[in-house]
């Protein structure tokens, strides 16, 4: 089963995807995760996606295709795989079903995630996340147990720098103009597409979520 998650910088994909992929022992696969790995690895792609991702503009689509296709490569074809921030612009999209079809997989549904801007804001300035293990918290929605310290493993919980506010507001428009346009095209693919009110409880929120994706796949929900 392959899984897309769509929807802006802040709605809380991350934090829903961390804990489903626990459950079902699927690959979470964040580009964004993926990025701030090869930032912190100091590799070429690392150097050169860090102004792109400084300004909170998107890094070029082959770049990312490049990089979505090596790590598939590591995982297992029979393993469930849920996309989180990628794709992000409809050439990606029709990049990720090239690559799937190749390995005689689709994308088999899409769950977009939508909130009102004056959430994603409060979201994003609370935002803390662990660098370790990609668990997501917020000092106003969902504190860890001890300020600064990841829950699930330990590690030191960072503030991203693209979460300072000019960022995130440059974020949110390049969310706009270029991502948003995905729902049209996910809209006219075959699969299966499920939208879900994000600003709400968080245990609500994920219900709803699981529902979604384990709906088609003979899971229990
Ligand atoms: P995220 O953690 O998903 O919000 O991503 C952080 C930043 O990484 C984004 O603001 C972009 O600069 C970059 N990024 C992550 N995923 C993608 C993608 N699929 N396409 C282009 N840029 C991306």
């Known amino acids: 089963m392959v899984v897309v998650?769509?929807?802006?910088?802040?709605?809380?994909?991350?934090?829903?995807a961390v804990r489903l992929v626990d459950e079902l022992s699927a690959a979470h696969v964040s580009t964004g995760d993926l990025l701030r790995a090869a930032r912190r690895d100091g590799t070429e792609l690392g150097k050169i996606a860090q102004g792109f991702m400084d300004r909170g503009e998107l890094v070029p689509d082959e770049l990312i295709l490049d990089l979505v296709k090596e790590h598939l490569a590591g995982i297992d074809a029979s393993t469930d795989v849920m996309?989180?921030?990628?794709?992000?612009?409809?050439?990606?999209?029709?990049?990720l079903d090239g690559v799937l079809e190749a390995s005689g997989r689709k994308v088999d549904s899409v769950v977009l995630f939508e909130a009102p801007d004056?959430?994603?804001?409060?979201?994003?300035?609370?935002?803390?996340?662990?660098?370790?293990?990609?668990?997501?918290?917020?000092?106003?929605?969902?504190?860890p147990a001890a300020e600064g310290v990841c829950d699930r493993c330990g590690g030191a919980l960072v503030h991203r720098?693209?979460?300072?506010?000019?960022?995130?507001?440059?974020?949110?428009?390049?969310?706009?103009?270029?991502?948003?346009?995905?729902?049209?095209?996910?809209?006219?693919?075959?699969a299966m597409m499920t939208s879900?009110?994000?600003?709400?409880?968080?245990d609500q929120i994920y219900g709803e979520f699981r529902s979604a994706v384990t709906a088609g796949d003979g899971a229990d929900s």
């Open 5 to 16: 998650l769509l929807g802006p910088p802040g709605v809380g994909k991350g934090t829903q």
């Open 161 to 190: 720098a693209d979460d300072e506010p000019e960022t995130v507001q440059r974020r949110l428009q390049v969310y706009l103009d270029q991502t948003a346009p995905l729902i049209a095209f996910y809209e006219e693919h075959p």
């Open 118 to 143: 004056d959430v994603l804001i409060k979201r994003l300035s609370g935002r803390r996340s662990c660098p370790d293990c990609g668990a997501v918290f917020n000092t106003y929605f969902s504190p």
């Open 196 to 202: 879900i009110a994000a600003d709400r409880d968080v």
């Open 83 to 95: 996309f989180d921030g990628f794709p992000r612009t409809t050439d990606q999209a029709t990049g």
